[in-house]
């Protein structure tokens, strides 16, 4: 039997994915692009699920990026076609109804370093590597990561690692803002899953909301966006959540949110 290419793990209120493919560094193929789409529309359905963890199998990477020997023999058009639909997964990543955090746990090159950029936010362990090498090949980032990096990181920033194709550390990482935290190897799940705890004990609508609100917000008017936030807080406060998050802390008691 044939292992497969994406883990799913679950554990109420948290799911954690896992990119399976240790032989060549979790690299993406279409295979692994289609189990990994498959496996989103799965958690994202899943009510049981209130945040997502996406990371890497074995202990050298998180993903090394899209696979180049995939890619060597595409065609132009096949050439399209995976981009395309890697850009489609990614986005789905973004669009996923609840948080998704990226445990980087080893190389985060190419298609690694833009699947985790396509997450709300990652940690990284102390022997993660990032880039986006692209250049090198001939070919640039081409599942977002033009757009999103320098969305992350300022112009200047984005487009010194694409021109480049240089690889940094987890720290040089850090202090650009591409990771959020890093921590030694072996406490790199229970970082990942303290905050992911953390964000799992609040409103999952309110979550589903604001995620949504910065993402949709970092590209419109300032102003355009307020208006979007009061319009969404109004239907917020249209949730049972919303009436059992008040009704909670006037009691003193914790509040217990069912998601509607
Ligand atoms: N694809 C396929 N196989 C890969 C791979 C990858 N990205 N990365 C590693 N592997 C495989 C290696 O070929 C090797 O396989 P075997 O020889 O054992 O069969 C195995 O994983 C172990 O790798 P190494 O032997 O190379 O391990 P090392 O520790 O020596 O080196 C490394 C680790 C991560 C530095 C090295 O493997 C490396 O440089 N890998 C490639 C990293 C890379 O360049 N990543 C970016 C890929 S390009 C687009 C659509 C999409 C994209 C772009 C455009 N459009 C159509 C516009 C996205 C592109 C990318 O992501």
């Known amino acids: 039997m044939s292992e497969e290419l994406v883990l799913l793990e679950k554990t109420p209120p948290l799911a954690t994915i896992t990119i399976n493919r240790p032989k060549a560094l979790n690299a993406l193929n279409s295979e692994v692009l289609s189990s990994l789409d498959q496996t989103l529309d799965r958690v994202n359905e899943d009510e049981e699920i209130h945040v997502v963890i996406i990371t890497g199998a074995g202990e050298k990477a998180f993903v090394a990026g ?32 609840k948080p998704v955090i990226a445990a980087v746990n080893g190389y985060a090159l190419g298609g690694g ?94 979550l589903s909301i604001a995620k949504g609100l910065v993402d949709v917000g970092y590209d419109i008017p300032l102003d355009d966006g307020c208006v979007l936030e ?22 003193k008691r914790k509040p217990v949110f069912k998601g509607r």
């Open 66 to 97: 899209a696979d180049i020997a995939e890619m060597s023999e595409m065609s132009p058009l096949e050439g399209t076609n995976f981009s395309r639909y890697g850009q489609l997964v990614f986005k789905k990543v973004q669009d996923l109804k």
């Open 113 to 206: 370093s833009e699947l985790a950029l396509a997450c709300d936010f990652a940690y990284a362990s102390e022997n993660a590597k990032f880039g986006v090498p692209e250049v090198t090949l001939g070919i640039f980032p081409g599942f977002g990561g033009t757009q999103r990096l320098p969305r992350l990181l300022g112009k200047g920033r984005a487009k010194e690692l694409i021109l480049t194709g240089k690889m940094i550390s987890a720290s040089e990482a850090y202090e650009i803002g591409m990771v959020n935290k890093v921590v030694p190897p072996d406490q790199l799940m229970d970082a990942v899953k303290e905050v992911a705890m953390q964000i799992a004990k609040n409103g999952p609508v309110a």
């Open 230 to 251: 009061s319009r969404s807080f109004g239907m917020c406060c249209a949730t049972e959540d919303k009436k059992e998050g008040m009704k909670a802390f006037l009691e």
